[in-house]
């Protein structure tokens, strides 16, 4: 079993930025996929970001590519999000995941942490 705990959020301005941490234990964390997911009120939970245990294989949402960046440091057991060029429409709560495949699905991950608000003001 793996438990996770994100932190990080806030209330940001448009154009500001967040950097979002999410940190693993339990003993089973090693090769696991890393992913962030958001929620917004009313809406569909959206797939953010994932990253491979190694590194070297990363996914990223259109919505958010080229202004966010997911990394990992497993020797802290670490995930993070760095989180540029805030829009108001990125405001959501957000999720840290681990599963077993670089998905883009909520399906695709097994653990998942409470969650950190995030809120971009205009």
């Known amino acids: 079993q793996v438990q996770l705990v994100e932190s990080g959020g806030g209330l940001v301005q448009a154009g500001g930025s967040l950097r979002l941490s999410c940190a693993a234990s339990g003993r089973t964390y090693r090769g696991l996929t890393m992913g962030w997911f958001r929620q917004a009120p009313g809406k569909e939970r959206e797939f953010v970001a994932a990253i491979s245990w190694g590194g070297d294989v990363t996914s990223v949402a259109d919505s958010v590519k080229g202004r966010w960046t997911i990394s990992r440091d497993n020797a802290k057991n670490m995930v993070y999000l760095q989180m540029n060029s805030l829009k108001p429409e990125d405001t959501a709560v957000y999720l840290c995941?681990?599963?077993?495949?670089?998905?883009?699905?909520?399906?695709?991950?097994?653990?998942w942490g409470q969650g950190t608000q995030v809120t971009v003001s205009s």
């Open positions: 995941a681990a599963g077993w495949v670089v998905g883009r699905a909520s399906g695709d991950y097994r653990n």
